[in-house]
């Protein structure tokens, strides 16, 4: 990207930003996966906690969806 930025032999240093775009791309994977949780937990109320339902309609295996509820820490309301 450096390189696309300069229009001379060297490259300047303002074209080079490396920890901007650690924090830029850090920024963007916390917002996509708290987008990603959200819709997981959206469908899960819309699909009354059918974890098949839920799989199928994000097209990932249901051992997935289980997976991203430990993450999250999420049981099902009437787990005991």
Excluded: Y
Excluded at 51 to 59: S, Y
């Amino acid at each position: 990207r450096a390189l696309m930025n300069s229009s001379g032999e060297a490259i300047p240093a303002e074209a080079i930003s490396l920890g901007e775009t650690r924090s830029k791309r850090a920024v963007s994977r916390t917002q996509f996966r708290h987008e990603e949780d959200h819709e997981l937990l959206t469908l899960l109320r819309e699909h009354r906690w059918n974890i098949t339902a839920v799989a199928k309609e994000l097209g990932v295996h249901r051992a997935t969806v289980h997976r991203k509820l430990k993450r999250l820490g999420v049981e099902r309301p009437d787990a005991k």
